[in-house]
Nanobody, 116 residues
Framework: QVQLVESGGGLVQAGGSLRLSCAAS????????MGWYRQAPGKQRELVAT???????VYASSVKGRFTISKGNAKNTVYLQMNSLKPEDTAVYYC??????????WGKGTLITVSS
């Protein structure tokens, strides 16, 4: 069984910064891709940033230049540095991992609230 645990959410003023962390545990040796999604109230879940199976990064256009995804020294950890936060970044942020089998795992999510 695989678990993804996010941390680092909270309340921040517009223009501020936050850093999210996600740690995967369990049978993680076959993780192909790992990244972040978000879901705002009344909206569908959307990609924020992710590492692909080839190791490259993909960002949503709305966060390019403001957010940075990075990996920890251990393969099982990813971070999301979020700068210049805007009220429209308010959402629940989910960590995502895709395995070589195609199985996808999600964390429980962490709430980011950006006040204007």
């Amino acid at each position: 069984q695989v678990q993804l645990v996010e941390s680092g959410g909270g309340l921040v003023q517009a223009g501020g910064s936050l850093r999210l962390s996600c740690a995967a545990s369990g049978s993680i040796f076959s993780i192909n891709a790992m990244g972040w999604y978000r879901q705002a109230p009344g909206k569908q879940r959307e990609l924020v940033a992710t590492f692909t199976s080839g190791g490259s990064t993909v960002y949503a256009s709305s966060v390019k230049g403001r957010f940075t995804i990075s990996k920890g020294n251990a393969k099982n950890t990813v971070y999301l540095q979020m700068n210049s936060l805007k009220p429209e970044d308010t959402a629940v942020y989910y960590c995502n991992a895709i395995f070589s089998s195609g199985t996808t795992y999600w964390g429980k999510g962490t709430l980011i609230t950006v006040s204007s």
